[in-house]
């Protein structure tokens, strides 16, 4: 029989430089608890893993990936590249997720969850938001298994809000989202992560810009957190 490891709660962060985003994420998550929110840079975050939104690439070559190139050295960069070659053929698809060693103390890891397929595509119209941040919250769930407690908190930044230009509200939303789908349920696979979040939020662009959704999990058997 195999007996599922129950992990502590996870410490979120929530941190970007760009007020918008912080107040749409006080808004978004104002009933949420366990999430720290505030104005700053994700660099000074003392925390187990931080997410990059990326390219589908993982070349750092712009936005808060650049940033953290230029802190943790280049060599973060080849291990990002290394596992997507590895893992995903060189092409990491939005709504995936790869989890790295830092190199560094703090953070220990680095989740690299593209938010586009190339360096700074507009995705203000499109779902990759929700996709890449269900992605890296499901990557945590993976190195826990791996590792039971390696990653007990994380920073994220407002993911595609600088470089995707999506609206900070639609941004908040979006993460919230993703968020939630990590504390109901564990995906085994992306794929699986990508088409149940696809189809519950396919008709979103119509709905008042305020509105959250919670996606329902797919019915199996319930989350092994």
């Known amino acids: 029989m195999t007996v599922d490891r129950v992990q502590p709660p996870l410490r979120v962060v929530l941190t970007d430089?760009?007020?918008?985003?912080?107040?749409?994420?006080?808004?978004?998550?104002?009933?949420?608890?366990?999430?720290?929110?505030?104005?700053?840079?994700?660099?000074?975050?003392?925390?187990?893993?931080?997410?990059?939104?990326?390219?589908?690439?993982?070349?750092?070559?712009?936005?808060?990936?650049a940033a953290i190139k230029r802190h943790l050295g280049a060599g973060i960069q080849l291990r990002v590249q290394r596992a997507i070659r590895d893992q995903y053929e060189g092409n990491l698809p939005v709504g995936s997720a790869v989890c790295v060693p830092s190199g560094a103390?703090?953070?220990?890891?680095?989740?690299?969850?593209?938010?586009?397929?190339?360096?700074?595509?507009?995705?203000?119209e499109t779902l990759n938001v929700a996709l890449a941040c269900a992605a890296a919250f499901q990557a945590i769930h993976r190195q826990n298994e791996q590792a039971p407690g390696s990653i007990g908190s994380v920073a994220?930044?407002?993911?595609?809000?600088?470089?995707?230009?999506v609206p900070a509200r639609v941004c908040a939303n979006?993460?919230?989202?993703?968020?939630?789908?990590?504390?109901?349920?564990?995906?085994?696979?992306?794929?699986?992560?990508?088409?149940?979040?696809?189809?519950?939020?396919?008709?979103?662009?119509?709905?008042?810009?305020?509105?959250?959704?919670?996606?329902?999990?797919?019915?199996?058997?319930?989350?092994?957190?």
Request: proline share 5%.
């Open 156 to 165: 994220l930044v407002g993911m595609g809000a600088q470089t995707g230009r």
């Open 174 to 225: 979006l993460m919230w989202t993703g968020h939630t789908l990590f504390n109901d349920y564990r995906f085994d696979d992306y794929d699986d992560l990508r088409s149940t979040i696809t189809a519950q939020l396919d008709d979103i662009e119509n709905a008042p810009e305020e509105k959250r959704v919670r996606i329902t999990p797919p019915e199996r058997a319930a989350s092994r957190r």
């Open 105 to 124: 103390v703090n953070p220990k890891f680095l989740i690299s969850a593209p938010t586009m397929e190339y360096s700074a595509q507009n995705v203000s």
């Open 17 to 65: 430089i760009n007020t918008k985003v912080v107040e749409a994420w006080r808004a978004a998550f104002a009933d949420t608890p366990g999430i720290e929110i505030r104005k700053g840079s994700i660099l000074d975050e003392d925390v187990d893993a931080w997410v990059s939104p990326t390219n589908s690439r993982g070349r750092m070559d712009g936005g808060v990936d």
